[in-house]
């Protein structure tokens, strides 16, 4: 079991300076390391194929070298295949680059899913008769609800009956049926019981796969595992056992493959395995003041920056790079993290439910830079433009050269669109 330490004081990320980043770019600034990304897609390399889940980071940059290192993407709407277009797949459909996969199509998705004859991997009945109606004879995956599910958060859980997501376990026969009536073929299927799970929870999807495969037969070419590969966001949590996890779903593979005569593909879908620790947010301390007890930190990145600990009490490492010199040599202080938002849940250090926690780090002062870590997955995309706060700007680490990839959002950006009538 592989345990991660997480520092308080850093000065740099992937070889460059944290100040020197910020001086240059400004802050708030998302920074990606994408050897980072590279290592943990070569950790995967014993599945056929990963399919990278794009919501997790799908800045155009990012995708195309994830493209150019053999990647295929998951799409969830008109727009992430518009981005996965703009960067590059979908040129050949027969290899499945692009796999549209939601529960419903809108009217922009269908139009873009038949235009392109893109994959889709349907999660709900109604999904493969609309298919049907527009491209009979098409050949798609169903997305099953194996019935249980697991996730970091309740609101990341993605199985079981309060979830919305997939085509419930015993309604595979009825389905069927459907895809029958347009001559629609199912050649693969696909489980997600949610994201940051772990493997106990995740072992119990191979099970669940082999008898839903075994009730649509031999068309199936291809199986996909989903995403949901946790990763560690504190000193004591681990990794999941990757050659472990393999081997489980491998086996379901052979005994499908047995059964039916010819190799399945063995696919797996990870968002925040492949970007969360590349991604790192930058954000400059503004004001170091008391309340009562405790000292807040505030700075200027909020969750409209990094939604994730307001939203799920989600725990991100959190260091400071000194401003003027490393601040590992400072007493290191219990303080409250928040941003500049005008509501009082803007704060970092938070658990679920809102209780603000402390963080041990070494003193900040005005002017030093605070790095919130593992903030590549589900950081970015998840911004807004909440207190008319622009977005930041994205940069990629790439052969030691920092290379600005989203610029900062103008405020001729925010207000685009927006009209005042006569
Ligand atoms: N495949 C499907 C169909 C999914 O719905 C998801 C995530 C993934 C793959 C990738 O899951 P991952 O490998 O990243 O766990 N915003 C939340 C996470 C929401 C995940 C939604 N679906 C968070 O910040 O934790």
């Known amino acids: 079991m592989t345990t991660t330490t997480f520092c308080t004081s850093r000065d740099q990320i992937a070889g460059l300076g944290v100040s020197e980043l910020a001086a240059r770019f400004g802050t708030p600034l998302y920074v990606y390391d994408i050897e980072t990304m590279y290592q943990r897609v070569s950790e995967l390399s014993s599945f056929d194929v990963i399919r990278y889940a794009q919501k997790a980071c799908s800045n155009l940059a990012i995708l195309d070298r994830l493209r150019r290192r053999g990647v295929v993407v998951d799409a969830v709407s008109a727009g992430e295949i518009r981005r996965a277009l703009a960067a590059g797949f979908g040129a050949d459909p027969s290899r499945h680059e692009i796999v549209y996969t939601a529960d419903i199509f809108d009217v922009e998705s269908l139009e873009l899913v038949c235009k392109h004859a893109l994959q889709v991997n349907c999660g709900s009945p109604d999904m493969i008769t609309q298919l049907g109606e527009v491209r009979p004879g098409a050949d798609v995956t169903l997305r099953i609800n194996p019935g249980f599910g697991h996730g970091h958060s309740q609101k990341t859980n993605t199985g079981g009956e309060q979830s919305k997501h997939g085509i419930w376990h015993s309604q595979i026969d009825e389905c069927l049926r459907r895809a029958d009536q347009t001559g629609i073929t199912v050649t693969g299927l696909h489980m997600h019981i949610g994201s940051g799970t772990d493997l106990e ?20 070419k291809t199986i996909s595992a989903g995403g949901g590969l946790p990763v560690p966001y504190k000193s004591d949590e681990s990794y999941v056992d990757l050659e472990r996890y393999f081997e489980l779903w491998d086996a379901s593979r052979n005994r499908l493959s047995e059964r039916f005569g010819h190799r399945l593909n063995l696919e797996i879908e ?3 395995f492949l970007a969360a620790e590349s991604g790192h947010l930058i954000a400059e301390v503004r004001s170091v003041k008391r309340m009562g007890d405790n000292l807040f930190v505030l700075v200027d990145a909020g969750f409209n920056d990094l939604a994730r600990p307001v939203m799920y009490g989600a725990y991100h490492p959190i260091s400071v790079a000194g401003c003027g010199g490393s601040a590992a040599d400072r007493e290191s202080v219990d303080v409250v993290v928040g941003g500049p938002l005008c509501e009082s849940g803007d704060i970092f250090t938070q658990r679920e439910g809102g209780y603000v926690d402390t963080r041990h780090l070494p003193a900040p002062r005005v002017g030093d830079f605070l790095v919130l870590e593992n903030a590549g997955a589900y950081g970015f995309v998840m911004s807004s433009n909440y207190n008319s706060k622009q977005r930041a700007a994205e940069v990629m680490i790439e052969d030691g050269e920092a290379k600005l990839i989203r610029e900062r959002e103008t405020f001729d950006d925010l207000v685009r669109g927006e009209h005042i009538p006569d």
């Open 201 to 220: 929870h995740l072992s119990e999807v191979c099970e669940a796969m082999e008898r839903a495969a075994l009730e649509v037969g031999r068309t199936l």
């Open 270 to 272: 990870p968002g925040r």
